[in-house]
């Protein structure tokens, strides 16, 4: 199995071998067992940003499986190809979660996770399945893991104030991902999202105005997507015809969660909208 990505050194694991990544690693290496040390390699990913989990990810290479482990609270995806009707899955990874590799190319995605002049960007990290034949071995490239010398706690990844009114635009805008039901057939228009707001508040501040849940939106997706990303700025097109993706990159980088939804429900029914944490 081989690891690689833009700005990463190639890591080359055979059968019985695991690779520990993240912004630092090195804190999961095992103390003690120097088999499994031997076993064990860290990969520290260049310009991680500082949410980013010291050790986010574990891939593991057995006899006849491959298998990625995610330990970080950092969103990601893991997306591949295999020789099936549909060919293709894409699965959002979160703490605990465990997948096995199909043969050939799997894509992590790790949301905002490389940080850049401009903010956060996504970084992609491709990991390569081959069954290695008998008689043949693959040649790994030399690896020196980067060191996080002071080990530095995770720090929160950007995020929208609670109860603010981004907060609640990006909830409703992403209401369809949380629920479950992300074949809604289209985003909601502005006039949706303010009546949305309205009724779990009492009050929707300005949202009656259009312009001004554009505006909203608009700060979203710069926080979702970080400025290089943001595609009101990287495409061309009215508001609406991006809110979509908007609206699922606001779900999958828990800008706002099911938690957030059900909070937010919660104060609806005990009638506190205007002031849910009584």
Known sequence: MTLRGRGVPNVVLGSG???????????????????????????ALPRAAAHVSRVVGELAVGEEVARLRWHGSTGAQLSSLFDAPGGARRVALGTGMAALLDEGENHVLLLRGREDSKGFTDLVLVVDVAEVREGSEPEASPFVPEHDPDGAATADAPHLERWSREWYVALALAEPWLTGADDYPRPPSNREIYERVLSWRGHAW???????????????ARLAFGPADDPFTVTLGRVQNVRFAVGRRAAETALVTTDDLEAVLDAQSRGAGLNPTA
Do not use: C, H, K, Y
Not at 20 to 41: I, K, N, S
Not at 212 to 217: M, S
């Open 206 to 220: 300005n949202l009656e105005r259009a312009q001004r849940v554009d505006d909203a939106i608009r700060s979203i």
């Open 17 to 43: 071998e695991s690779l520990m990544f993240g912004r630092a690693p090195d804190v999961a290496l095992p103390e003690g067992d120097v088999d499994a040390q031997l076993r064990t390699t860290a990969l």
